[in-house]
């Protein structure tokens, strides 16, 4: 009878909130509309964890959208597989006074697929509802109850959603059942309140009138000015299994024991392994062999990790089906490997994340999976997902930060590899000839390494029609006639391609009087500088290091010398570094540029010293030369 009191007292309290409505856009204090896109009016995440492996979430929230740049916010859109349900949904719609337009039925809400025309993931669903309305400013309430048959993670929260997002009122309350552990991590100083009801516990936190964050150039994103709570079990289950989130060495250990006798292959494949790696030498061979079979052979399905639950889809699936998601595909390459005689691990892994927390072992710190393979010589990480990458290049959304290889042994937190600026490289020579008329023929090649060749990757991939699109799109030569062009990856087994590129221009030189002023650096200007911001909010970084050479060897036109020439520029900074030099000898210019930039992570009060520095490089990237009518 008691606990049945103390559950009426807490869906009262949900309930009695539900009928506390007052949506009356004038209500919503000044400071909170100021630049912002929506307002969060109410937010309500209540989690009552039950046992190890049950819990129900109900949710509730209330945004108010202020103009069409907040729309995509009018949406619920919920992922449920096998393990999790979804009850309740209620949804209406008000007007800017606050007055009801809508409730919305269940026919409203479409039950689809998650992924459609993949059989692997039928299980996985979701449940969407789109408002729509074309009076601003108007405001969606909608709400919901989850319930688990397993659990990994509880539903993490964030006070601020993203980006000018105002939040009147946020609320987490985390409530267990007596003899269930679990831990959370938050920002600094959020407080937490905790009490104790009957047998229960309840944790809670909120947050007030938290207005708009702009999103600045170059953040890095709000987590470090935010706040925010992540709740973890220290024990679970989850689909007949059960596991320990004490540590990642325990986590791992429910991984490695989740795939246990995943990697079988059907006979058929297992000959076609031998036969493709009969001929080979080492055993790194045999990887750049079946790596090159898998990108070959297979297609990716973009799924995030944990969607179609964690255990990866078996070996012998992907065999018939030739295509999987991140785990289905790491692991498959897994199987083949094991085939080899050559052992491999699974390496759990936040793409575009940051690095996991050694000190605190989670879901939530990961979105995919790739494959380690550690050779005798040489460790290899191969991104299974990709059918262009090089073996062993895993792209800079994976480079440099923390993951979790699973082991016989369990879970072990490693260093993936980092790219450093020299590594992420673009070397380029151009060579610009003027004719009699003054037409200018223009020659350039480009070698991209690393980051960059993954930046540029998708031009080996497209038709010559795009490629030629995209040349006269970003080249940025004046009157630039685009003659020829190529774009090569002559080694399959490096991140390196080159670019030739030929153009045709007759507006590289600008006459005044007797004079012609040429602009010397024609290729890789720094065409705007970010203006500078008064009280930064967010911290900030470059996407990647990197570092550009470029050298530009000018054949002047007959008749004209050099009356004037840049001094060398040098430039130094925390940021990075910048050289710029300027050699005339006989009838040729030479321009050779340098700009190195630093991957790391700066607070906000460097702002604007880092845009002094491109202001200092924008300046010198503008730089003439002048010529005269030889003597």
């Excluded at 949506?23 to 400071?31: G, L, Q, T």
């Excluded at 170059?218 to 059960?242: A, C, H, M, R």
């Excluded at 009157?479 to 590129?501: C, H, R, S, V, Y």
């Amino acid at each position: 009878m008691k606990k049945l009191i103390v559950s009426l007292f807490f869906a009262g309290l949900w309930f009695q909130s539900k009928a506390q409505n007052n949506y009356d856009v004038s209500k919503i204090p000044e400071a909170l509309t100021k630049n912002a896109v929506a307002v969060i009016r109410n937010e309500e995440l209540f989690f009552d964890f039950k046992g190890v492996g049950s819990g129900e979430e109900e949710y509730k929230v209330a945004i108010t959208i202020l103009n069409k740049a907040g729309d995509d916010l009018a949406e619920m859109a919920e992922v449920y597989d096998k393990f999790s349900s979804i009850n309740n949904i209620k949804a209406t719609i008000y007007d800017a006074a606050g007055k009801k337009i809508k409730d919305y039925k269940s026919a409203d809400i479409k039950d689809q697929s998650l992924i459609s025309d993949f059989s692997i993931f039928e299980d996985n669903r979701l449940k969407i509802l789109k408002f729509y309305h074309i009076n601003y400013p108007y405001t969606i309430e909608y709400s919901y109850s989850r319930n688990y048959k397993g659990i990994l993670n509880f539903p993490s929260w964030h006070a601020i959603k993203g980006y000018n997002i105002a939040t009147e009122k946020s609320t987490y309350t985390f409530q267990k059942n007596a003899g269930l552990n679990v831990k959370y991590l938050s920002s600094a100083n959020l407080k937490i309140d905790s009490t104790k009801i009957g047998d229960k516990t309840q944790y809670k936190w909120t947050c007030n009138n938290l207005p708009v964050i702009e999103r600045e150039p170059y953040s890095i994103g709000l987590d470090n000015i935010t706040d925010w709570v992540k709740v973890s079990p220290t024990q679970f289950e989850y689909d007949n299994t059960t596991g320990s989130f004490d540590n990642w060495k325990n986590f791992g250990a429910w991984i490695y024991k989740l795939n246990e006798n995943g990697n079988v292959l059907p006979v058929t494949t297992k000959a076609l392994v031998q036969n493709l790696i009969k001929d080979a030498k080492t055993q790194k061979d045999k990887v750049s062999i079946l790596y090159h079979h898998l990108q070959q052979n297979t297609r990716y399905v973009s799924v995030q990790l944990g969607i179609g639950g964690f255990k990866p889809i078996l070996a012998e699936k992907v065999a018939q089906v030739n295509y999987g998601d991140c785990k289905a595909l790491s692991n498959y390459m897994k199987a083949l490997l094991f085939e080899a005689g050559i052992k491999s691990n699974l390496i759990v892994i936040g793409n575009g994340m940051p690095s996991m927390n050694p000190k605190y072992s989670s879901m939530g710190q990961a979105n995919h999976m790739i494959l380690c393979v550690p050779l005798e010589k040489d460790t290899t990480f191969l991104e299974c997902t990709s059918q262009y990458n090089p073996m062993g290049f895993i792209g800079y959304d994976n480079a440099d930060r923390n993951v979790l290889m699973i082991t016989e042994d369990g879970g072990k937190i490693i260093h993936t590899p980092a790219y450093n600026a020299k590594d992420n490289f673009q070397n380029r020579k151009t060579k610009i000839n003027f004719k009699d008329d003054g037409v200018a023929e223009i020659g350039i090649k480009s070698i991209y390494g690393n980051a960059q060749f993954e930046d540029n990757m998708s031009m080996l991939l497209i038709e010559p029609v795009e490629q030629r699109k995209k040349i006269n799109e970003d080249n940025g030569i004046p009157g630039a006639e685009l003659i020829a062009f190529k774009f090569e990856q002559a080694d399959k087994t490096l991140p390196i391609m080159t670019e030739d590129i030929s153009f045709k221009s007759n507006q590289l030189l600008t006459k005044g009087a007797d004079k012609i002023f040429l602009t010397l650096n024609l290729m890789n200007r720094k065409e705007s500088v970010p203006a500078k911001i008064e009280n930064r909010k967010t911290y900030f970084a470059v996407g990647f290091g990197y570092q550009d050479d470029d050298e530009i060897t000018y054949n002047l036109p007959k008749g004209y010398a050099v009356e004037f020439l840049p001094k060398d520029i040098s430039i130094t900074s925390e940021f990075g570094t910048y050289t710029a030099k300027f050699v005339a000898k006989d009838n040729l210019i030479t321009y050779s540029r340098t700009q190195v930039m630093n991957a790391k992570k700066f607070p906000p009060e460097k702002y604007n010293e880092f845009v002094d520095f491109n202001k200092k490089i924008f300046q010198a990237d503008k730089q003439k030369a002048v010529l005269t009518k030889a003597p």
